[in-house]
């Protein structure tokens, strides 16, 4: 019998699998993730909190995201957050709402962050994907809070997001 929180990890036998815990989870996005000493600092959330998350978002969560949440989405390989993963998403999605709920009311649209889906905050700045039907791999942005926000886009691919802050830990550990 399984007890705990599974904390399924890329890089098996087969490339794509690997057992951790009780079950196998299947890694098309960030298989790149394979190193043993970032893999002991991360902790990913279990399906079932993440399937929750999903219901209680009420849209779907990318693929990518919902691989990166099941592998660390509740300890990331990055230190610079504030508010992080499966847990505090939906607190930073209603957070995020009233950041911009207030910036229309001042007359700034925003239309582009209607189907904005945070999983990351770090001081002033919200990290976001736009959770749309199709995109498995969405562009990552960031929305910084100021009299006026910006919005920038990090890149073109959530995956590559991971794979900058996964370079950086890992050759921190060289």
Same mark, same amino acid.
């Given at each position: 019998? #399984?007890?705990? *929180?599974?904390?399924?990890?890329? $890089?098996?036998?087969?490339?794509?699998?690997?057992?951790?815990? #009780?079950?196998?989870? %299947?890694?098309?996005?960030?298989?790149?993730? %394979?190193?043993?000493? +970032?893999?002991?600092?991360?902790?990913?959330?279990?399906?079932?909190?993440?399937?929750?998350?999903?219901?209680d978002?009420?849209?779907?969560?990318?693929?990518?995201?919902?691989?990166?949440?099941?592998?660390?989405?509740?300890? *990331?390989l990055?230190?610079?957050?504030?508010?992080?993963?499966?847990?505090?998403?939906?607190?930073?999605?209603?957070?995020? $709402?009233?950041?911009?709920?207030?910036?229309?009311?001042?007359?700034?649209?925003?239309?582009?962050?209607?189907?904005?889906?945070?999983?990351?905050?770090?001081?002033?700045?919200?990290?976001? +994907? *736009?959770?749309?039907?199709?995109n498995?791999?969405?562009?990552?942005?960031?929305?910084?809070?100021?009299?006026?926000?910006?919005?920038?886009?990090l890149?073109?691919?959530?995956?590559?997001?991971?794979?900058?802050?996964?370079? %950086?830990?890992?050759?921190?550990?060289?």
């Open positions: 019998m #399984c007890r705990g *929180p599974r904390h399924d990890r890329p $890089g098996g036998a087969d490339g794509g699998v690997r057992r951790v815990g #009780c079950d196998t989870l %299947a890694m098309k996005y960030l298989t790149f993730v %394979a190193n043993e000493n +970032v893999l002991k600092a991360v902790v990913g959330s279990s399906p079932q909190d993440v399937d929750q998350l999903e219901r978002l009420g849209i779907p969560i990318p693929a990518v995201l919902r691989e990166y949440l099941l592998l660390m989405g509740e300890t *990331p990055y230190a610079e957050y504030d508010h992080h993963g499966t847990r505090e998403m939906k607190y930073l999605r209603e957070w995020l $709402g009233e950041w911009v709920e207030r910036y229309r009311n001042e007359g700034i649209a925003l239309r582009e962050m209607e189907n904005a889906l945070p999983f990351d905050k770090f001081q002033d700045t919200f990290f976001y +994907v *736009p959770a749309q039907e199709g498995d791999d969405p562009p990552v942005y960031a929305f910084d809070i100021h009299e006026r926000p910006t919005i920038r886009k890149h073109d691919r959530f995956s590559e997001f991971v794979a900058e802050k996964y370079e %950086a830990k890992v050759n921190s550990h060289a």
